[in-house]
């Protein structure tokens, strides 16, 4: 029942989260701009679509019937982005604060691959279930 509790709320705060973030992308453009690849380009536009998929998983995450699918495209979104705090932790200028700061949000970032990971489990595992009874 704790597991239960504690999930739910660990979804619903990371839902939260994805949506209030993604709203960001539209309302604060340029505090996102660092963290886009030179590379890449276009940067606007991978901030934009960024925020609108962000929101979609985020609200995803709230409904049940598509918790499923949202914790793995939450997974994938969060481990898209990984490259972007590995290579922010060894650039001379990191997006956002010191070098230590980068080296937390590589770790944070970890932890929400790993969360991603876990609602996955949980949820096929309560799917497997309800399908059983």
């Known amino acids: 029942m704790i597991q239960k509790i504690l999930t739910l709320i660990s979804r619903i705060f990371i839902g939260a989260f994805l949506v209030f973030g ?7 453009m340029e505090f996102y701009l660092p963290f886009v690849p ?4 276009a940067k606007p ?3 934009y679509a960024s925020g ?3 929101i979609i998983i985020g609200l995803g995450l709230f409904i ?3 918790t499923l699918k949202a ?3 939450y997974l994938v979104l969060m481990c898209l ?4 705090h590995v290579a922010d932790l060894f650039s001379d200028a990191p997006a956002i604060g010191s070098h230590n700061a980068a080296i ?3 770790i944070v970032q970890f932890s929400l691959i790993a969360l991603g990971a876990y609602f996955i489990r949980y949820y096929q595992k309560t799917k497997a279930i309800n399908h059983e009874n």
């Open 22 to 28: 993604g709203v960001q992308h539209f309302i604060n």
């Open 38 to 41: 030179a590379f890449l380009g």
């Open 45 to 47: 536009f991978i901030i």
């Open 52 to 54: 609108i998929v962000e």
């Open 64 to 66: 049940p019937k598509t």
């Open 71 to 73: 914790s793995w495209a």
């Open 81 to 84: 982005f990984l490259p972007v």
């Open 104 to 106: 937390i949000r590589l």
